[in-house]
């Protein structure tokens, strides 16, 4: 039998597939590594994404076709609660979703575990808005606002927009772990020996309220009249009151606030860049002392129990009037103690009663 003879390869064309096939190897090699690279920056992008809630919608072609409404943040922590709040119930009555835009969602998500999602830069340059300017409380035509994307604008801050679903708006506010926890050590720390405690979170704005009141507004900011009147009622209610004071004039606080009792305790930093630690303190009290402003009311309107506001503190022809409806602000069960308004009226009047408002 003849067989075929055996093909012998020299050395030099081996070395030549060697090298051949190893080139093939390192420029897989580099190719593999080039595309995991890619899905790598891919995937980090993702991962840099905010990551919703379960109960919060995604930004889908079919919510948007329901429509995007949004509100403008404006202000400071009181005032954006109330935008937040305002949106959130206006878009649902009217039928549409909710969104907020990064700067509000900066603002309160690093405090509270909000819902809504949120719209990127990108996307809220190519929407076309439509402005929609709101006063301070509820009308009747905000329940009928046309539009698909609508952006709401101005200082909406009053229970009259969203009270009917309190409990979705208080659990949009609920504090984060750390928050929460910090605030109730705090207020515990306070209890020391004492069997039972009843604390009144007490909210006393001052800062660019000095100025802006008396010159601008024709109104006061609460004086220590006020203060011990809004104490007194509490210490003769509750035995065991204890009252957390935060300001942003803690100094005032400390001169002017009977504290001899060993019931008061000056707690706030008043760091108004970062009031997310005062607000708590006060929000988990059981009732509230506000004096003026969005901080105080809203830390009586999440706290429950009682709230004691500084009432009639502006003149009867003030500005202010126009743009804020006491009774849209402050709920009909809260107790208002009236203002000293003597330092507004003129010091020659014989009669300075008919310039007093009607308490």
């Given at each position: 039998?003849?067989?075929?003879?055996?093909?012998?390869?020299?050395?030099?064309?081996?070395?030549?597939?060697?090298?051949?096939?190893?080139?093939?190897?390192?420029?897989?090699?580099?190719?593999?590594?080039?595309?995991?690279?890619?899905?790598?920056?891919?995937?980090?992008?993702?991962?840099?994404?905010?990551?919703?809630?379960?109960?919060?919608?995604?930004?889908?072609?079919?919510?948007?076709?329901?429509?995007?409404?949004?509100?403008?943040?404006?202000?400071?922590?009181?005032?954006?609660?109330?935008e937040y709040a305002t949106l959130y119930a206006l878009a649902k009555l009217n039928g549409h979703q909710a969104y907020i835009l990064p700067g509000m969602h900066q603002y309160l998500a690093k405090i509270f575990r909000i819902s809504l999602p949120v719209i990127s830069s990108e996307v809220v340059d190519k929407i076309p808005w439509r402005n929609y300017n709101l006063h301070d409380w509820m009308s009747e035509e905000y329940r009928h606002i046309q539009g698909k994307y609508v952006r709401l604008t101005g200082y909406p801050c009053s229970y009259t927009f969203y009270h009917h679903i309190r409990d979705e708006i208080l659990r949009e506010f609920i504090f984060h772990d750390y928050i929460k926890e910090d605030a109730n050590k705090y207020l515990l720390q306070l209890r020391g020996q004492r069997k039972t405690v009843t604390y009144i979170g007490v909210h006393v704005r001052r800062g660019d309220y000095l100025h802006v009141m008396p010159n601008i507004w024709k109104g006061v900011v609460a004086d220590k009249g006020y203060m011990d009147k809004a104490m007194n009622y509490f210490r003769e209610k509750y035995h065991d009151a204890v009252f957390v004071i935060v300001s942003n004039g803690i100094a005032w606080c400390k001169e002017n606030i009977n504290a001899s009792l060993g019931d008061v305790y000056f707690a706030g930093d008043g760091q108004e860049s970062s009031p997310a630690r005062d607000f708590a303190l006060i929000a988990h009290c059981n009732h509230t002392i506000m004096t003026i402003g969005t901080f105080g009311i809203w830390a009586g309107y999440l706290a429950g129990g009682e709230t004691i506001y500084l009432a009639n503190y502006t003149l009867p022809d003030s500005p202010f009037l126009k743009v804020f409806k006491p009774s849209a602000a402050f709920l009909p069960e809260w107790i208002g103690i009236p203002a000293d308004l003597s330092p507004l009226l003129p010091k020659t009047s014989a009669d300075l009663s008919p310039l007093l408002p009607k308490t």
């Open positions: 039998m003849h067989l075929p003879e055996r093909r012998i390869f020299s050395p030099w064309f081996l070395v030549g597939c060697l090298c051949f096939f190893s080139l093939m190897s390192i420029s897989t090699f580099f190719h593999l590594q080039k595309n995991r690279s890619s899905l790598w920056s891919w995937k980090s992008s993702v991962k840099n994404t905010p990551v919703l809630e379960p109960r919060t919608p995604s930004l889908s072609i079919k919510n948007m076709d329901r429509g995007m409404w949004t509100v403008s943040p404006i202000g400071r922590l009181g005032n954006q609660m109330g």
